[in-house]
């Protein structure tokens, strides 16, 4: 079956950087466009960034967080930087056979999400 599975979550200082990991099993991933979606608490699930042929990103990660992929080994990446508190969230990845990437209900596949905390 499909699996996604994040890592590289954890607790670190603002102005701070990260790197998210996210590999994916049981399905073709080279065909699939890659997402990342974070969740506060208390919110709603919002989008952070896509990959298919080109990079998309929400308005306010651009220039902070950088999203690639590695199609051999089956593996998305999210690297953050200049982390602010408000960037605390779970993170999580996705992947969507299409339509518009910046939307849930675009992807098929979860993974269980990795807790990025950012202390002030």
């Known amino acids: 079956q499909v699996q996604l599975v994040e890592s590289g979550g954890g607790l670190v200082q603002a102005g701070g950087s990260l790197r998210l990991s996210c590999a994916a099993s049981?399905?073709?991933?080279?065909?699939?466009?890659m997402g990342w979606f974070r969740q506060a608490p208390g919110k709603e699930r919002e989008f952070a960034a896509a990959?298919?042929?080109?990079?998309n990103y929400a308005e306010s990660m651009k220039g902070r967080f950088t999203i690639s992929r590695d199609n051999a080994k089956n593996t998305v990446y999210l690297h953050m930087n200049s982390l602010k508190p408000e960037d605390t969230a779970v993170y999580y990845c996705?992947?969507?056979?299409?339509?518009?990437?910046?939307?849930?209900?675009?992807?098929?596949?979860w993974g269980q999400g990795t807790q990025v905390t950012v202390s002030s």
């Open positions: 996705a992947a969507s056979i299409g339509g518009s990437l910046g939307s849930t209900r675009s992807y098929a596949y």
């Open positions: 990959i298919s042929y080109s990079a």
């Open positions: 049981g399905l073709a991933f080279s065909s699939y466009a």
